[in-house]
């Protein structure tokens, strides 16, 4: 792979080739791994291969025992175990997700949430244990989104169970179904936390509910290959990690859909799709980053009489954190984003797939909200930012519904784009040029904000006539696209029924970046990438 830098080898960054330690960063950028799939409960034998592999912390899938003594010890052997290496990791929780139920012998269903729903509920014994070592760093909460608009995703003899995850919404609004998810991702939150965890983390398969279980007071973590846009993935995480102050990671996950009768594939990526995606993964500004899987069928190593031996998987992730990594430190992180174009939404949570591929049009897990040209609306808007290279919405934003076969690309290009919800202050949206409304409401302070920041600073806005502000509704011609310009620094509303108008094309292009070019402004530092064939990515660095 090549990566094109300008400004290379920084603060001279010292290669850890050959050595077993694990590598630090004056970032504290923290790289990891997920052990889903381990055949071997008992944590020991993660250790030598995360210490040849460079890595901070497991993301481990966590079983409970059958009693509270076995229990507790576990969670001993395993805050021992890290605390003593040095190393992290984060009880996830998926297990709950395809399985009915799990009472120990002290009766604690730990599948069982409040109200007949269905969710990883932990004992509060197993948490204060945990919270007794520095090397317990959280919980995680496996696509949540995922679990809740689809009301879990157990099966029993080929038959789908219908179990409402954090609540039910059926026969609710859409304005109420998205406080009660709010209100009953909070109750969790404040739940595991009341032991002192240090966070609680939402992995996303999924591009919505970011905004909702962030103000709620979860981590974000969000998919890179798997079946995702990158940067599509990365615009709406980033945008709810600003707008509600929370920390952020990426998960490079190896599953992919498949095709044809190899649905899902493992590993459904290349080893150089991997290297790309943690070069992005970085220099998007997360946190931390971590690989899906570490030995789930051999994912990144196989051990040979006792010695680690690294397969291409495991050798791209080797050079990531023990050559790329100290050769290219990065002083900003995503909170330093001056985003240009800003897609503006209340997240109905509906993203293309009800309907394909086995997914029903339930919006927030609702029977009674279905998918609507309103909801779908947004999904044009990427089309446009990607400059055409992701589809236009007939088939959703993502190869979960995509025609099964649909080749796999990563990238595409923006220019800085980020996705805030619908009550977005004007704080966050003063370096932006280009920004869409869509869905079904603004909140009048942002419309308000977007008002001001038009005769002031120049914004463009593009919006669906049902949402712009009265003054602007009231010039609209009722048809089409209308330019109304509003002050006198440039700014103009482009009121329209069709976002792919040419006439909306031709206005928002001079704002939308090169082709092939994925671009962001942190602080004072430009970063593109040039995407190359086979989504291979050139990485140009310049101060501003």
Known sequence: MMIGCKRNKLNGGKSTENSDSIPSYKNNFLVGVDNAGDATYAPDHLIAPMKELGLHFVVYHYYPESDLFSQKKSINAMGELFDKNKMGFILNTEVCNTREALTDEEGWNWYKGPNNTHRF?????????????????????????????????????????????LVETTGKSFEDADNLVYENAKMLVDEIKISQTPRVVTEHVFPVLFHNFARAGMTLSYKQLKESWAPLWAACAIGAAIQYNRDLWACTDLWFAGIPGNSPMYPGHSPEELKNNLIYSYWIGNDRVYVENLNYQGSLYRTEGGKIILNDYGKALKWFTHEYLPQNDRDYTFRDIKPEIAI???DDTDFGITGRNGFPDQLFGSKTLKSTIVTRNWMKIWNLVSQGVISTPENGISWLSYPLGTPHKSFAPMNGVVVFDQTVEKKHLETVKLAFLSGLMISSGTLASLEQLVKTNGLIVVTTPELAPASIKGKYTGTGTDIINDGATGGCWVVTDNFLDPIVKAKIKPLLGKENE??????????IFKIGENDILTLFRNKL
């Not at 244990?129 to 029993?156: C, T």
């Not at 994925?518 to 970063?527: A, D, L, S």
């Open 344 to 346: 503006i939404r209340f």
């Open 518 to 527: 994925m671009r962001y402004v942190f602080g004072n530092e430009e970063i």
């Open 121 to 165: 509920t932990f004992k509060p014994e197993v948490l204060i244990q945990a919270n007794k070592y520095r090397s317990f760093e959280g919980v995680m909460y496996d696509e949540p989104a995922h679990m809740q608009l689809n009301r879990n995703w157990i099966f029993v003899n080929n038959i789908k169970t219908d179990m409402p995850f």
